[in-house]
Each structure stands twice: as C-alpha cells, then as structure tokens.
C-alpha cells in the first residue's frame, strides 16, 4: 500500500488530537493561559464570549466533539468545521497575529482533508434538485 494512502488519517489525527486537547482544558483547565497578555481588543472579543455565559463551553464541546470523531473516524465530512476555522483566522489576523501559524496549519490540514473527501460534498453543489 502506499504512503499517500495513510495520508488522510495523519491529517485527521494531527487536526483532531489537538481539537480533543482543547475540547478537554473547556472543562477541565489543565492547560494554563499564555504569560505574554493578548491585545486589548482580543481580550474585548475573548472577554465577550467569556461573558455570554456559554458561548465558551460551547466552543469547547465542539472542539471536544469533533476532535473525537476526527480521531475515531466517524463522520469525517461532517465534523469538518469550516467556520471555525474561518473565525480563526480573521481571530488572528486581525486581533492576535502571534496565533496566525498555527491557524493556518489547521486551515491547510482542514483543505486537505475537505479535498480528500470531496466526493462526500459533490451532491452540495448541484445546482437545481428535487427533494427525495
């Protein structure tokens, strides 16, 4: 078999093992915030979610969620959270750039993976259907 064959799965456990990491400190706070303090207007936008109550547990069960079922390989196409990396990125371009790279490794290994399974999407992008 060859390399280019495991290639999907090394993309799925490299982008759902730090989902789960992350998904886990939501609840359980083992991992301690950064020394250096964020820019004021990131501490705004973070201190917002912070305050509605739920929006960071919230944000944690998906990350929680989808970086087990990344793992286990179930519902791959669906779990791919594209909106959460897309706030991530405008997150840190636009508030925090010290995150940047690590943002843009999640968005090419979310690329990658939504070309990998891209026949799953195919029937997204008929332009005129009928319902079943």
């Known amino acids: 078999m060859k390399i280019t064959h495991y290639i999907p799965a090394i993309a799925r456990i490299l982008l759902g093992l730090p989902l789960l990491v ?38 944690a069960c998906t990350h929680l969620v989808v970086g087990a079922l990344l793992v286990i390989n179930r519902f791959v196409p669906l779990v791919l959270f594209a909106p959460f990396i897309v706030n991530s990125i405008a997150f840190h371009l636009f508030l925090e750039p010290s995150g940047l790279a690590v943002a843009g490794v999640f968005l090419a290994l979310e690329l990658y993976l939504a070309w990998a399974y891209r026949a799953a ?4 992008f008929i332009a005129r259907t009928s319902p079943a």
């Open 22 to 59: 992350f998904g886990l400190n939501g609840f359980l706070n083992f991992y301690s915030p950064p020394s250096t303090p964020m820019p004021e207007e990131a501490m705004a936008f973070v201190g917002a979610l912070m305050a509605s109550g739920y929006m960071m547990k919230l944000i």
């Open 121 to 124: 999407y195919r029937p997204l």
